[in-house]
């Protein structure tokens, strides 16, 4: 029993660290779904990802790349270097909308007051 739970804990890392790349370290997110673009790269079936996942870290798969997502949207947003249709262009989502729920529902900002409350915390904390 012991042996399958190690298996499934490393299949489960595996899975994050899929995602992680996916989302952190290419330039351009696949352009097939994120569940073809995982399997594929575990050569496992999806829902067998899926369960293993979701028995292991009580979350599903899709709430996990929501949740870094959002990071990834946090992380331009403060760089400033892209507006919000770009980052929603850039990450994939169906609309500046889409994206604006999504950040709201998991930060309780939307994504201009987010940008703006980094910002004023950043020049004050200069000015000291």
Do not use: W
């Amino acid at each position: 029993m012991e042996l399958i739970d190690n298996n499934k804990n490393i299949l489960t890392e595996r899975i994050k660290n899929v995602i992680i790349e996916m989302l952190y370290y290419s330039n351009e997110l696949p352009k097939v779904n994120y569940s073809q673009y995982i399997s594929q790269k575990l050569n496992h079936d999806y829902t067998y990802l899926s369960n293993v996942f979701a028995e292991v870290m009580c979350t599903t798969i899709q709430q996990f790349i929501i949740k870094h997502k959002i990071e990834k949207v946090k992380e331009l947003l403060l760089y400033n270097e892209l507006n919000l249709t770009e980052i929603s262009y850039k990450l994939h989502y169906s609309s500046v909308a889409h994206l604006s729920n999504q950040f709201k529902k998991l930060t309780g900002y939307c994504p201009s007051d987010f940008r703006e409350l980094k910002q004023n915390r950043v020049s004050y904390s200069n000015n000291f």
